[in-house]
């Protein structure tokens, strides 16, 4: 039950992001918003405050930023969503998914304030390794994997585990001067991965206890480390649910509700094991995540997401006139076919997992 409490909060936070996003690029831009909700469902409480409603419902997953001649309601004035600029609804629409990016953002920043971060250089050479035979040196600085350049070493781990243990190009900074490598990852059985055969210098966080012998990391740093992770998390998303979409995910890749509910129980559970504030590192580490997931998986162009709005956006754009109403209804119609069709999918490989 305490799992289920803290998912619904979490998502909450992630939901109220959101649709955030939509309700000031909305406001900002002149367009009524007529109600801003939290939850769907059956009204539970709602108070209004000016020209919009401000609502919760019963149900606590979802939520909306309603907004006058949205839906080609008939409701077109001069402060509707219609009666806007094509410019001005692809902001309006696209401001979602970017708070989603922004929330992550935050949590990476305050993950790595109080905690560490793992850099791409070579702290240790670990021995009967690949990186011990190739003569890397403590110090070197990993710059690209396969032509990929890295910034964090999250990268370069997403990098080795996407090769799948073939044989990668490794490019080194040593000195002032790249060097180049080829080398086949060796496969740790404990760690259930491929490694490449070193240990990262790692940093102090802002706010973190300090630890010595280790240097303390500068905010510019900390940004840009999160600045990075956003960006690895966001394309790590798309590509999932690329395959997800296509139906060539293994199950082991994605999850529904359920999954997110035992995932954040299970890692606030560990780390309790620690201490009150690892456990709520643990489900920020996940909020970060997920808020990369929300913002990837709403701007997929698939009608019914803001992504397939910003699509049809751009169709308007083109043809330089909107498509017909009842067209457009059908398209979004069919998208959230296809989503329930989807989330059907999804929800099966949840109870499936349960049982394995």
Do not use: W
Not at 38 to 57: A, L, N, Q, V
Not at 198 to 218: C, D, H, N, Q
Not at 311 to 321: D, G, N, T
């Amino acid at each position: 039950m305490f799992s289920i409490i803290i998912s619904v909060i979490l998502i909450g936070i992630l939901v109220i992001a959101h649709e955030f996003g939509h309700f000031i690029a909305a406001k900002k831009s002149g367009i009524l918003v007529e109600e801003f909700a939290i939850g769907m469902g059956t009204k539970i409480f709602s108070r209004k405050k000016g020209e919009t409603e401000y609502s919760i419902r019963l149900l606590p997953l979802g939520g909306f930023c309603r907004m006058q001649g949205e839906e080609d309601d008939g409701t077109i004035g001069p402060r509707s969503f219609l009666a806007k600029s094509v410019g001005i609804r692809f902001i309006v629409m696209a401001a979602g998914p970017f708070m989603n990016f922004i929330l992550a953002f935050i949590m990476i920043f305050g993950l790595t304030s109080t905690s560490y971060m793992a850099v791409p250089q070579i702290n240790e050479v670990l021995p009967d390794t690949p990186a011990q035979e190739l003569g890397l040196q403590v110090g070197d600085q990993i710059y690209r994997v396969n032509g990929k350049r890295i910034h964090i070493y999250d990268e370069m781990e997403a990098q080795v585990y996407k090769n799948n243990g073939e044989e990668l190009r490794l490019d080194i900074l040593r000195n002032g001067q790249v060097y180049s490598y080829k080398l086949t990852p060796k496969y740790d059985a404990e760690r259930q991965g491929y490694l490449i055969g070193f240990s990262p210098k790692i940093e102090v966080g802002l706010f973190a206890e300090a630890m010595e012998g280790y240097s303390r990391t500068s905010v510019i740093d900390t940004m840009e480390y999160s600045y990075y992770s956003m960006l690895n998390y966001i394309k790590l998303t798309a590509e999932g649910l690329a395959r997800v979409f296509t139906f060539t995910a293994k199950q082991d890749e994605y999850g529904g509700p359920i999954a997110i509910v035992k995932m954040v129980g299970d890692s606030y559970e560990a780390g309790l094991t620690y201490g009150l504030k690892e456990a709520i590192q643990n489900v920020v580490y996940i909020g970060a995540v997920l808020s990369a997931n929300l913002g990837v998986l709403n701007l997929f162009p698939i009608p019914a997401l803001d992504g397939g709005r910003i699509l049809l956006l751009l169709v308007e754009a083109i043809r330089r006139k909107p498509l017909n109403p009842e067209l457009e209804s059908k398209i979004h119609f069919l998208g959230f076919a296809f989503l329930m069709g989807l989330m059907v999918f999804v929800l099966y490989g949840d109870i499936v997992k349960i049982f394995l």
